[in-house]
T-cell receptor
């Protein structure tokens, strides 16, 4: 069964303390992996698409990487405004999109 | 930038009412989606549409229907609202294939 698992469920960091969020997947064939940011009471905001193992994308303090089994969202020197829930989603060869349950990230000043 | 607009941010209705949630996108996207999001359950797909007048059931279609009369507009209908349909409803659109979905800001619906 296709599955997307994100870890940890919640992460609290000090401002400037770098870390990584994990998205592991088991799907019938990966056609694309997406990262989103969601602020409380708002819809998910698209961040990155990754299509093949070894691919990397960067935006400000965020960097997404992809292997054949998982993706990481690396956050370098985070600021309080990076606090949000980060969602991962996978588009499979069965033309189905599967969302993970998200990681709630909190950055303390 | 893609803009997906949902007609209401907050909505309060009574059980048994017929409820309409509207969504409009301005990027000529082929595909549109309706999700609900509940704490601990994540995003669950209710219905989606690949073309005008076309609809497909998602994972939890029971109690819902949809309408897509124009390419840019996708409506979610709760035929007879029940308290277990209290939730955050999110609309999304995409170009199709392995292209990302773009979301609206959601409608927080309360059924009393």
């Amino acid at each position: 069964e296709d599955q997307v698992t994100q870890s940890p469920e919640a992460l609290r960091l000090q401002e400037g303390e770098s870390s990584s969020l994990n998205c592991s997947y088991t799907v019938s064939g990966l056609r694309g992996l997406f990262w989103y940011r969601q602020d409380p009471g708002k819809g998910p905001e698209f961040l990155f698409t990754l299509y093949s193992a070894g691919e990397e994308k960067e935006k400000e303090r965020l960097k997404a990487t992809l292997t054949k089994k998982e993706s990481f969202l690396h956050i370098t020197a985070p600021k309080p405004e990076d606090s949000a829930t980060y969602l991962c989603a996978v588009y499979s060869s069965a033309s189905k999109i599967i969302f993970g349950s998200g990681t709630r990230l909190s950055i303390r000043p | 930038d893609v803009k997906v607009t949902q007609s209401s941010r907050y909505l309060v209705k009574r059980t048994g009412e017929k409820v309409f949630l509207e969504c409009v996108q301005d990027m000529d996207h082929e595909n549109m989606f309706w999700y609900r999001q509940d704490p601990g359950l994540g995003l669950r797909l209710i219905y989606f549409s690949y073309d005008v007048k076309m609809k497909e059931k998602g994972d939890i279609p029971e109690g819902y229907s949809v309408s897509r009369e124009k390419k840019e507009r996708f409506s979610l209908i709760l035929e007879s609202a029940s308290t277990n349909q209290t939730s955050m409803y999110l609309c999304a659109s995409s170009l199709g294939g392995a292209q990302p979905q773009h979301f609206g800001d959601g409608t927080r619906l309360s059924i009393l």
